[in-house]
Nanobody
Framework: QVQLVESGGGLVQAGGSLRLSCAAS????????MAWFRQAPGKEREFVAA???????YYTDSVKGRFTMSRDTTKNTVYLQMNSLKPEDTAVYYC????????????????????WGQGTQVTVSS
């Protein structure tokens, strides 16, 4: 049984940093893609960052230069380092996984992913 478990969320002041982790169990994702999405109250889930099977990373424009996604295949874990946080980054952050290769046109689409974590709350105060 595949499980994705996120951790690292919390409350931080604007300008601060948080590091999210997503540990996968039950299957290795070394040949697939992992991603982070977020959902703010009253808004749709949106793409934040992704790491492809080839190791390329992709970011939504609003987080470029502030967020960094990395993966540790030995631990079957991905991370999202979030710096210079803004109040508009407040959301529940979800980890997603697809354990097969994914195209660049699919990687930002939530519907492309087969497994999801339970989410972790990130709150940035002004």
């Amino acid at each position: 049984q595949v499980q994705l478990v996120e951790s690292g969320g919390g409350l931080v002041q604007a300008g601060g940093s948080l590091r999210l982790s997503c540990a996968a169990s039950g299957r290795t994702f070394s040949n697939g893609a992992m991603a982070w999405f977020r959902q703010a109250p009253g808004k749709e889930r949106e793409f934040v960052a992704a790491s492809s099977q080839s190791g390329n990373t992709y970011y939504t424009d609003s987080v470029k230069g502030r967020f960094t996604m990395s993966r540790d295949t030995t631990k079957n874990t991905v991370y999202l380092q979030m710096n210079s946080l803004k109040p508009e980054d407040t959301a529940v952050y979800y980890c997603a996984a697809k354990f097969w290769p994914i195209t660049t046109t699919q990687i930002m689409d939530a519907g492309s992913y087969d497994y999801w974590g339970q989410g972790t709350q990130v709150t940035v105060s002004s």
